[in-house]
């Protein structure tokens, strides 16, 4: 029983493209877990190099690279059992075979070793090297594109016309003069219940407890999202359930930031043990941060209960951290210059990159036209004084004079929109964008996933920066995360009250409604709670169309399925079928109009299970009405009024 082992689970944070940094983090674990008598220490998926490094596992010398780390990390197994990620190139003097696309054969592996020796399984094929395990289920979904890079051991079992149970073998850890079969899984392994053959699950669970294995290790590169524990702990249990007789089961996250070029994806670590009932036990107690784990003869293996979760405080710490972690995209020591216009949005960033930074990292700037009231500006000006950062006021109005005045010069006018565009392309491109250059400073896009989605924002403009931090952040996110903010972070009104609205998003006479001041009386067109809920269906993992949505108008159940209560209906006048019609139609067409904008969007830090970015991709395409949207759309011209059920 892995009760004679004691193991240690490295939560580690895995920096991507460090793999010295991490193999040093690593090297420092290891003497620790030795120092305190631990036979295995496990490490993360991927934690030399990274999990998210795109196209650069398709060179074959960077490959190498992470490899050759391999060598230090066995001269440190003398008098340990080692178990972590790293890539595996199938060399040409193995009996080269090549991956689907014809390049070199890869494999997402865990690497098994001990006393400066590759570990072997109970039972070896002859196929798989000494002490190094294939990843069996590859996720292509999301933002995952393992498929795009590495061989599966599904695959190498077609490939040899083997049964997968063949491959699948516990490892030997030596504790004394005893031997403990322990099997290794990576990460998806664990997912298995949508990955299917002969009308059954692929439970590698199941196959390596009936080969032996009497504790099974899961090396994870799990993503943060809302309540991801407690959905591991659900496939654990069914893991136990499906498989029969169980075994202790040791789960190992790592903690920070990696990215994909077009989102920033936090890890929350999560460690946790499990026991023979599928149960959680043993829980890391460093959320987010780095924890050695070490379970001995003294663990208590009683079920524990997980904390309930609150969204958004998760979701805030996910930016947070996203924020915090950031310093391997953008550098050691980031420093950001933020437009300030005095509304909820660019409040929020602010706060946050305070929070993340410090308030001597951040320099707030309001660039005012004539079109900017006193309120927004004192607003701006009071949440800058409240965050301790320097402040500059840059008035545009004789930029846009200039502007206007060359881009007239062909004798023809421009529109009023043209005008708008004008003022939010001076204020990105002319001034935060040269201001960033004169300080080497970064600066961000404060835009959330409702402007983002609708493409409410100016392309050279105020969609530009390096980074998004709450473009993943519906508009009534945004305001609940400012109200947690003041009143769980700091305890008093930093952002300003009068900028946040009521539950129906009603805002008072004396409060600054959403607006983008690029025009006389200006407000946002969005229907604000409305559009939010519509937008999280949009874009949810099993995303809704506009046909969806038209279906729960018809049978009277739309405000229970958007979970907005009828309040919200009146409030919008969307109990009204031609109001409705009009909104839904331009708010679906809008978004796909929009395809262009995202696309040139800066990275966004995910906060939700579908982000716009990498995790939802999109091609531009046309406007497409499908027939069942037709005869829907008929029925509801038909309708006198919302009938709610």
Request: glycine fraction near 8%; proline fraction near 4%; hydrophobic fraction near 35%.
């Amino acid at each position: 029983m892995t009760d004679k082992l004691t193991i240690a689970l490295g939560q580690m944070d895995v920096v991507p493209g460090r793999p010295r940094l991490n193999v040093d983090k690593m090297l420092s674990m290891i003497q620790e877990a030795k120092e305190r008598s631990v036979d295995l220490i496990c490490f993360p998926e991927m934690c030399v190099g990274g999990y998210l490094l795109g196209d650069k596992f398709l060179e074959d010398a960077y490959c190498e690279e992470l490899m050759s780390y391999n060598e230090e990390l066995l001269a440190a197994s003398e008098n340990i059992a080692i178990a972590y990620g790293n890539i595996y190139v199938n060399e040409s003097n193995e009996g080269y075979h090549p991956n689907k696309d014809g390049r070199s054969r890869k494999y997402n592996a865990v690497y098994v070793m001990q006393n400066g020796k590759y570990t072997e399984r109970v039972q070896e094929n002859g196929i798989l090297p000494v002490g190094v395990q294939p990843k069996t289920l590859l996720p292509n979904y999301r933002f995952f594109d393992d498929e795009r890079y590495f061989f599966s051991l599904l695959d190498v079992a077609m490939d040899y016309g083997k049964e997968l149970g063949e491959l699948l073998s516990p490892f030997l850890i030596s504790v004394g003069d005893k031997k403990v079969p322990v099997g290794m899984e990576l990460c998806e392994d664990l997912w298995c219940h949508d990955y299917r053959a002969k009308g059954e699950p692929i439970n590698i669970t199941k196959i390596l407890i009936k080969a032996g294995a009497e504790g099974i290790v899961n090396l994870s590169a799990s993503p943060w999202t809302f309540m991801k524990n407690n959905a591991r702990d659900r496939r654990v249990k069914y893991l136990k359930e499906q498989s029969g007789a169980f075994v202790k089961y040791y789960y190992v996250n790592c903690v920070g930031v990696q990215n994909n070029g077009k989102n920033v994806i936090t890890f929350d670590g999560g460690s946790t043990v499990y026991n023979e009932e599928g149960d959680p036990c043993i829980l890391s107690k460093k959320g987010w941060e780095e924890d050695l784990m070490i379970i001995d003869e003294k663990a208590s293996f009683s079920s524990k209960e997980r904390p309930t979760g609150n969204t958004i405080r998760e979701k805030y710490l996910a930016i947070f951290n996203g924020l915090k972690n950031s310093r391997n995209m953008l550098g050691d020591d980031p420093h950001f210059v933020i437009g300030l216009s005095g509304g909820i949005d660019s409040s929020l960033v602010a706060t946050l990159l305070v929070l993340a930074f410090g308030k001597d990292k951040v320099v707030g700037v309001n660039m005012p036209s004539q079109y900017n009231s006193d309120k927004t500006k004192g607003a701006a000006k009071a949440l800058a004084e409240n965050l301790g950062i320097e402040y500059l006021v840059l008035p545009i109005e004789d930029m846009v004079k200039s502007n206007t005045h060359i881009l007239q010069l062909d004798g023809k006018p421009l529109s009023e929109f043209n005008l708008e565009n004008v003022q939010a392309k001076i204020r990105g491109a002319s001034i935060l964008s040269n201001l960033s250059a004169k300080y080497r400073y970064f600066f961000t896009n404060n835009g959330n996933k409702v402007e983002i989605a609708l493409g409410y924002a100016t392309l050279y403009g105020d969609w530009g920066g390096a980074i998004t931090p709450i473009g993943d952040l519906t508009k009534t996110e945004v305001a609940d995360m400012c109200h947690y903010i003041n009143d769980a972070v700091f305890g008093k009104e930093i952002i300003p009250e009068l900028l946040l609205p009521d539950a129906l998003w009603r805002f008072g006479e004396e409060q600054i409604q959403p607006t983008a001041e690029l025009k006389s009386n200006q407000v946002d067109p969005m229907k604000f709670g409305y559009h939010c809920r519509l937008l999280e269906e949009a874009t949810n993992f099993q995303k809704k169309g506009i046909e969806d949505i038209m279906t729960w108008y018809v049978e009277g159940n739309l405000h229970e399925k958007l979970g907005i209560g009828m309040e919200m209906m009146l409030r919008w006048n969307i109990d009204d079928p031609k109001e409705f019609l009009r909104d839904l139609e331009w708010f679906y067409d809008t978004i796909q109009r929009n395809v262009f904008k995202r696309v040139q969007s800066p990275p966004i830090i995910l906060t939700s299970k579908s982000s716009y970015g990498y995790d939802i991709r999109e091609s531009i395409l046309p406007v497409l009405k499908t027939k069942r949207f037709k005869v829907l759309k008929e029925k509801i011209q038909a309708m006198d009024t919302y009938m709610a059920k």
